[in-house]
């Protein structure tokens, strides 16, 4: 069965950065596009960031020029380098396998997440 792990959530200063793991199995995970998606209280959740197989990467807006998203297909992994962070980024932040090779909109399963606090 799918199997995706998060790690390397932390409470971490504004300004400061985290990269966020997502070890991946139970399925062919090069074929599949990933996003990172974000619960946070009183907005449920939200699209992070996107990544096709083929490369192709998307970002929310707010999180364009500070969030990198990466995927190492020969390690089942994909990552999530997150820099500048805001208070405002702060949430559980899970990955989110799709049913599609190209659309990471369409989410079939998630991971069980990993906090991220961001405070000073």
């Known amino acids: 069965q799918v199997q995706l792990v998060e790690s390397g959530g932390d409470l971490v200063q504004p300004g400061g950065s985290l990269r966020l793991s997502c070890a991946a199995s139970g399925f062919t995970f090069s074929n599949y596009a990933m996003s990172w998606v974000r619960q946070t209280p009183g907005k449920g959740l939200e699209w992070v960031s996107g990544i096709a197989t083929n490369g192709l990467k998307g970002y929310k807006d707010s999180n364009k020029g500070r969030f990198t998203i990466s995927r190492d297909n020969a390690k089942n992994t994909l990552y999530l380098q997150m820099d500048n962070l805001k208070p405002e980024d702060t949430g559980v932040y899970y990955c989110?396998?799709?049913?599609?090779?190209?659309?990471?909109?369409?989410?079939?399963?998630r991971g069980q997440g990993t906090q991220v606090t961001v405070s000073s």
């Open positions: 989110a396998k799709s049913s599609s090779s190209t659309n990471w909109s369409i989410w079939e399963d």
